[in-house]
């Protein structure tokens, strides 16, 4: 589980730094990125 929680962490955390360009890439907005990133390392949706 805490495996599971540091990759979780990880990704958000790198998911608030990616730029305009590359969100567009992935298909996401800025505000969703933020909002994404902004959930908890523990759960899993928001």
């Known amino acids: 589980m805490l495996a ?3 990759d979780r962490y990880c990704q958000r955390r790198d ?7 590359l969100l567009a890439d ?7 990125a933020l909002t994404e990133s902004a959930v908890p390392f523990w759960r899993t949706k928001r």
């Open 4 to 6: 599971a929680w540091y």
């Open 15 to 21: 998911l608030a730094e990616l730029d305009d360009r």
């Open 26 to 32: 992935i298909g996401m907005s800025r505000k969703q």
